[in-house]
C-alpha cells in the first residue's frame, strides 16, 4: 500500500472534521469526558493507595520471644523477617525496653515494682505494607512466625488491614465496572458520529465505488476520523485530569495539615498520558471499524 | 468486447426484465441502446457495470465473466469501464477538478502522476478553464461533460453512458454524444443507452433497441 493512498485518506479525514467544527469539538469534548472519568478516579485510587501503603506503623505484629532466646537466634529470626514479603521495617525490643515502655504507657510504675523482677518479654516488632498481601496470606504468615522456636506468641491486629483491603479491592473494582462500561460508551459515541458521516457521505461512497473504490479505500478515511478524534480526546483527556489534580492538591494540601502530614496529589505521568491518549485512539479506531463494518455494506454497490 | 450470451435478468417476486438476451459488441465499436422506458436499458447498464448480477446466462466484457466474477475482484473490473449517467452524480462541495481526479485516486495515483492526466480529459471536454469551480456553478450541459470527463480520465476500455442527454437541450445532446462519437473513433468501445430518436437517426451508428426483455438489431 502506497504512502501516498494512506496520506490521501489522512487528508480526506482532516478536511471532513474540518468542515464541520463545531461537530468535531463536541464528538471530541464528549470522548474526552468519558475517558477522563475512569482515568481521573483510577489515578485518585492510586494516589489512596499510595496513602495507605505510607501508614506501615499502623500494621504490625509483635512477636513475644522466651527469655531463654540466645542474641544468635534473634539476630537470625530477624534477617528472616526482613526478608519476608511486605515487610516494612523489624524492631527489637528487650525485656528493659519493654518495661520502661510499660511504665511510660501505663502509668503502673507501683505495681510493676512489686513483682520483684521483670516479667515482660522482649520482642520483635515488625512493621507491615498492609496492602502487600491478602489477609489470608498474611494470617498464614503470622502462625508460620509464631511457631518458631524462640517465639512465645504473636500478637496481631489483622482486621482492620482486612477492612482497608476489602475498601480499596471494591473501590478498584467499581472503576474497573466504570472503565469498561464507559470504553463501551466512548465506541458507541464514536460509532454513532462516524454511522451519521457515513451518511452524510452516502454520495461520495456511492460514486467511488461506482469509479472502482476498494472497500478499504472508502473505509480508510472513516478509520482515519475515529482515530484522530480519539488521540485528541485522549490528549484533552489527560489535560482535564491534570487540571482537576491541580484544583484539588490546594484542599488536600489543607486536609493533610490537619494531621500534621503533607500529601502531595501524584496527576498521570508522562507514560500514563501516552498510554491513555494510545487506549483513547485505539477506541475511536475500534468505534469507527463497528460503525463501517456496520453501515458500509449498505451503502457500497 | 462485450458479449451477452442468453442473459437473463429477473427481480425475486417480480416478471424478467431481460430475458435470453444475446449480443455481441466488438471492441472499438459504438453502439445506442433505445427503447421506452421500464425496458431494461438501465437494467442492462447495471449489469455492465456491475451494479447488478445476471440470473442467468453468460456476460463477459473485456475477457470477465461477469456472471462469475468475485465481489472483490468487482472494483478493479470497474477501473477498466468509464460510465456516464443522466443525473451526472457529481460530488458538489468538491471542484471539478476534484471530482474528475477521483477516478485516478481511487486507482491509486498519486496527485502528481494525476494532475496532467485530469487537466487533458478537462480540455478534452472543453471545461479546462473551469478546473476551480464547484459544478453548482456550472450549466447542466458542463456538468455532464464534468461527468464525462470522469469517465474518461483513466482511458477506459469500454465507456457506458445512461440517458447522458436525458436532461439537455437537441443542442447540447448533439455535442454530447458527437464527444462519445470522437471516443470511439479513438478505439474506446462505447455503449449508450438513450431514448432520443432525432439523437439516434442523426448518429448513423449501430442501434439496438431494446423491448420486452428482448434486444433487437436495427437497421
Redesign the interface.
Known amino acids: 500500500m502506497s504512502l501516498h493512498i494512506r496520506l490521501q485518506a489522512l487528508g480526506n479525514a482532516r478536511d471532513t472534521l474540518l468542515r464541520q467544527p463545531i461537530a468535531t469539538a463536541l464528538t471530541i469534548i464528549a470522548l474526552a469526558v468519558v475517558f477522563a472519568l475512569p482515568v481521573g478516579l483510577f489515578t485518585a485510587l492510586s494516589n489512596l493507595q499510595q496513602l495507605l501503603a505510607s501508614w506501615h506503623n499502623q500494621a504490625q505484629i509483635s512477636l513475644y520471644l522466651h527469655d531463654d532466646a540466645s542474641p544468635q537466634a534473634v539476630a537470625q529470626l530477624r534477617r528472616q523477617l526482613q526478608q519476608s514479603p511486605g515487610v516494612v521495617a523489624v524492631r527489637f525490643v528487650d525485656k528493659n525496653r519493654a518495661l520502661a515502655d510499660f511504665q511510660r504507657y501505663a502509668g503502673m510504675t507501683a505495681a510493676i515494682q512489686t513483682l520483684g523482677e521483670n516479667p515482660l518479654p522482649a520482642s520483635l516488632i515488625v512493621e507491615l505494607n498492609p496492602l502487600a498481601q491478602s489477609p489470608s496470606s498474611l494470617e498464614a504468615q503470622v502462625q508460620q512466625w509464631s511457631h518458631e522456636p524462640i517465639v512465645r506468641s504473636a500478637q496481631s491486629d489483622l482486621k482492620w488491614v482486612a477492612r482497608l483491603q476489602a475498601i480499596v479491592a471494591l473501590g478498584t473494582r467499581a472503576v474497573y465496572i466504570l472503565a469498561i462500561l464507559l470504553a463501551l460508551g466512548a465506541v458507541l459515541v464514536m460509532g454513532n458520529t462516524i454511522r451519521l458521516h457515513i451518511e452524510q457521505r452516502r454520495d461520495e461512497i456511492e460514486i467511488s465505488s461506482l469509479v472502482g473504490a476498494t472497500k478499504s479505500f472508502i473505509r480508510r478515511p472513516f478509520l482515519y476520523q475515529g482515530l484522530i478524534q480519539g488521540i485528541l480526546a485522549g490528549f484533552l483527556a489527560w489535560l482535564i485530569v491534570a487540571i482537576a489534580f491541580a484544583i484539588l492538591q490546594g484542599p488536600v494540601n489543607h486536609l493533610a495539615s490537619l494531621y500534621g502530614t503533607s500529601f502531595p496529589l501524584h496527576a498521570l505521568t508522562v507514560g500514563e498520558g501516552f498510554l491513555l491518549v494510545l487506549i483513547s485512539a485505539a477506541l475511536g479506531w475500534l468505534g469507527s471499524l463497528v460503525a463501517v463494518g456496520r453501515h458500509l455494506n449498505n451503502t457500497v454497490s | 468486447m462485450i458479449e451477452f450470451i442468453n442473459v437473463t435478468k429477473h427481480y425475486p417476486g417480480r416478471r424478467h426484465v431481460l430475458r435470453e438476451l444475446n449480443l455481441q459488441l466488438g471492441k472499438g465499436e459504438m453502439a445506442l441502446l433505445t427503447g421506452p422506458s421500464g425496458a431494461g436499458k438501465s437494467t442492462l447498464l447495471k449489469l455492465l457495470?456491475r451494479?447488478e448480477a445476471v440470473s442467468h446466462g453468460t456476460l463477459r466484457v473485456a475477457g470477465v465473466d461477469l456472471a462469475t466474477l468475485r465481489r472483490r475482484h468487482i472494483?478493479?473490473?470497474?477501473?477498466r469501464v468509464g460510465?456516464v449517467f443522466q443525473d451526472h452524480?457529481?460530488?458538489m462541495?468538491r471542484t471539478v477538478y476534484a471530482n474528475v481526479a477521483?477516478?485516478l485516486?481511487?486507482?491509486?495515483m498519486?496527485?502528481r502522476q494525476l494532475d496532467h492526466r485530469v487537466r487533458a480529459a478537462l480540455d478534452k471536454v472543453g471545461l479546462g478553464e473551469h478546473w476551480r469551480e464547484f459544478p453548482e456553478t456550472l450549466s447542466g450541459g458542463e456538468q455532464q461533460r464534468v461527468g464525462i470527463a470522469?469517465a474518461i480520465v483513466h482511458t477506459p476500455e469500454i465507456l457506458l453512458a445512461d440517458e447522458p442527454t436525458g436532461n439537455l437541450d437537441p443542442e447540447l445532446s448533439s455535442e454530447i454524444l458527437d464527444m462519445f462519437r470522437d471516443f470511439y473513433r479513438h478505439g474506446t468501445t462505447v455503449l449508450v443507452a438513450t431514448h432520443d430518436q432525432g439523437q439516434v437517426d442523426r448518429m448513423g451508428v449501430r442501434t439496438l433497441h431494446l423491448a420486452h426483455g428482448q434486444l433487437q438489431e436495427k437497421a
Open positions: 457495470t451494479l472494483p478493479a473490473y470497474r477501473r460510465v452524480k457529481l460530488l462541495d477521483l477516478t485516486q481511487v486507482a491509486g498519486s496527485a470522469r
